[in-house]
């Protein structure tokens, strides 16, 4: 007797069915593999995170920041002030006024506060590489679109960092804004003094820690550039700073500066910390 040879659309669905099986069993490996690596919450709000998101981390974690919002802002320095009154009659502050802010311009994207730096801690300090990506996307919201540069400059990390982390964080959200520009990413200036982390210093020991520690190796890459330096944050700005004399000494036009978020020193601050913001940077 013959055998009873299935039909075309019967072996169809056998095979469908093998597929699908199969296909089963991989996602439940990878669901493994992947529960090994990412918590069952978001890392940030500890909501339940559903299907694979690609970061451990919900969408609405993921939502653009909230633009940085002051009563008034150092026109060149950007820092934050609660009162128009301690800037002068062209709107910079005390520090720029006596000449010790080095870089032109500054734009940034959010306060260094909330979910915004919670990611940024995962991307640092958890070496979440990935989240650069999304990051990376918030950064090109703060680029300043009518000026022109010359060269997109990541602000550097010590080699000893880098060994450390993996990757400059600066370097990652560069990539993600130079193509705006049409510019490649140069590594035009090096971190040689690998100081101590700066939390818990006064701006002036900030300022102190970190003289001497950038070089710019070929000053002729650097000589009449414009340069948009890219940071992920601005605390005092003591390191920025500090990175934008070494440019400026090395013969560049301007230094501007991007960064992803700035530490808004005013929250939780009553009138006389606010007045101590006098001395920022
Ligand atoms: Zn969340
Ligand atoms: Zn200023």
């Known amino acids: 007797?013959?055998?009873?040879?299935?039909?075309?659309?019967?072996?169809?669905?056998?095979?469908?069915?093998?597929?699908?099986?199969?296909?089963?069993?991989?996602?439940?490996?990878?669901?493994?593999?992947?529960?090994?690596?990412?918590?069952?919450?978001?890392?940030?709000?500890?909501?339940?995170?559903?299907?694979?998101?690609?970061?451990?981390?919900?969408?609405?974690?993921?939502?653009?920041?909230?633009?940085?919002?002051?009563?008034?802002?150092?026109?060149?320095?950007?820092?934050?002030?609660?009162?128009?009154?301690?800037?002068?009659?062209?709107?910079?502050?005390?520090?720029?006024?006596?000449?010790?802010?080095?870089?032109?311009?500054?734009?940034?994207?959010?306060?260094?506060?909330?979910?915004?730096?919670?990611?940024?801690?995962?991307?640092?300090?958890?070496?979440?590489?990935?989240?650069?990506?999304?990051?990376?996307?918030?950064?090109?919201?703060?680029?300043?679109?009518?000026?022109?540069?010359?060269?997109?400059?990541?602000?550097?990390?010590h080699f000893w960092r880098y060994q450390d982390r993996g990757f400059n964080q600066a370097e990652v959200l560069a990539r993600a804004v130079a193509p705006l520009s049409g510019l490649p990413v140069e590594a035009l200036v090096k971190r040689v003094k690998n100081t101590p982390r700066q939390a818990g210093l006064s701006g002036k020991q900030r300022r102190l820690n970190v003289r001497d520690a950038f070089a710019v190796p070929h000053p002729g890459r650097v000589r009449g550039k414009r340069i948009l330096l890219i940071d992920d944050v601005l605390t005092t700005g003591a390191s920025a700073n500090a990175c934008a004399l070494a440019l400026k000494q090395a013969g560049a036009s301007t230094v501007s500066l991007l960064a992803l978020a700035r530490a808004d020193r005013r929250i939780g601050m009553g009138p006389e910390a606010a007045l101590a913001l006098l001395q920022f940077v």
């Open 1 to 157: 007797m013959d055998a009873i040879k299935p039909r075309p659309r019967a072996l169809a669905r056998l095979r469908r069915g093998w597929w699908t099986a199969a296909h089963d069993k991989a996602r439940q490996a990878a669901a493994g593999v992947l529960a090994l690596t990412y918590p069952d919450d978001c890392r940030i709000c500890y909501t339940r995170l559903t299907g694979f998101p690609p970061y451990p981390v919900c969408s609405s974690c993921l939502a653009p920041p909230a633009p940085l919002s002051a009563e008034a802002f150092c026109i060149q320095c950007h820092a934050p002030f609660q009162s128009e009154a301690v800037l002068d009659l062209d709107g910079r502050c005390r520090l720029c006024r006596s000449g010790q802010t080095h870089f032109d311009a500054l734009y940034c994207v959010g306060a260094y506060d909330g979910r915004l730096r919670e990611l940024i801690h995962l991307f640092k300090y958890s070496r979440m590489q990935r989240l650069g990506v999304p990051l990376g996307r918030f950064l090109r919201t703060g680029y300043p679109r009518e000026a022109v540069f010359d060269a997109i400059v990541p602000m550097p990390i």
